[in-house]
């Protein structure tokens, strides 16, 4: 029987019935929740070990992660942040995770003499794990607005930076994403910004393959529209919870979809590297859930 936290309780009390709770059952996320809170009011020497709990049970949350992490952000512990990077990137391909990992390195690294290369390389890292993702369009943007800002002398390194932006950009209107259409925008005025003549040319071009895109972005938004990818990977519910079977039909019928080549590309790799990422994704939140596992 689900045991709930009592809206009539003052804090401590609910604080005491969520840890109750807990020795009862691990996967209450409303008594987690209530524990979460409490934690991030407190300094992180004191919410510290809290935290190590909590994404030991939930190993595959990059929201709780996330909550971790930029609680020893706020107190500047720059050395136990990296740490924990190193525990979970790889692992969990959440996009707000990833998100606050650049934050970090943009707002962390900028004194440092090798700034524009850590830069450019995080950048480079996030794309490569995580630049196919439906959100990442910030992403895309924010490295290639950093790759602007970055001082050109003399005109060899211009024309280095100038093919710089424009692999990443040719790279990013190939990617279905939200925002797509913005970033093509901004394409097409920088190459006319560059050279209008030539711009019209190379637009014609990748004009076709762009309209492609932009079809399967359409879909690609509508399928992950159900999907909640912040939800806590906890054992299936016995019945199933309509909210589960909800999440559950949604991945299966997301996953189906990769694996249908929406793109209509010849790039096999291109292929695999999307279906495994929705895979990955999708096990972040349902790892417990077998018939998923099955179908892999």
Not at 138 to 147: G, M, Q
Request: hydrophobic share 35%; net charge positive.
């Amino acid at each position: 029987m689900s045991i709930y936290i009592r809206e009539d309780l003052t804090r401590n009390e609910k604080i005491q019935q969520a840890r109750r709770i807990l020795n009862e059952n691990k996967h209450s996320l409303d008594a987690w929740s209530i524990l979460i809170q409490d934690a991030q009011d407190k300094k992180i020497t004191e919410s510290r070990e809290f935290y190590e709990t909590l994404i030991t049970q939930f190993p595959t949350c990059g929201k709780f992660w996330k909550i971790y992490i930029e609680s020893e952000m706020k107190d500047r512990n720059y050395e136990k942040v990296e740490k924990l990077f190193q525990r979970c990137l790889i692992k969990v391909l959440n996009i707000d995770l990833w998100k606050c990992y650049l934050n970090y390195v943009r707002d962390t690294k900028g004194k440092l003499s090798s700034f524009r290369e850590k830069m450019a390389q995080a950048y480079d890292f996030a794309l490569e794990k995580i630049g196919m993702d439906v959100y990442s369009y910030s992403i895309w943007n924010d490295y290639i607005t950093f790759l602007k800002s970055v001082e050109a002398v003399g005109s060899d390194a211009e024309n280095k930076r100038m093919t710089t932006v424009r692999k990443i950009y040719q790279k990013g209107i190939m990617t279905p994403m939200t925002n797509v259409e913005l970033l093509w925008k901004e394409y097409c005025t920088y190459e006319m910004g560059i050279n209008p003549m030539l711009a019209k040319k190379i637009i014609d071009e990748r004009s076709r393959e762009f309209l492609n895109v932009k079809r399967v972005t359409k879909e690609f938004e509508t399928l992950v529209r159900t999907i909640d990818r912040n939800i806590p990977c906890i054992p299936s519910t016995i019945p199933q919870t309509p909210d589960e079977i909800k999440q559950i039909n949604a991945w299966k019928k997301f996953i189906t979809w990769e694996r249908s080549n929406p793109l209509k590309t010849d790039d096999t790799l291109l292929v695999i590297r999307r279906v495994v990422l929705a895979y990955e994704q999708c096990l972040l939140c349902l790892g417990y859930h077998a018939d998923l596992w099955y179908v892999i």
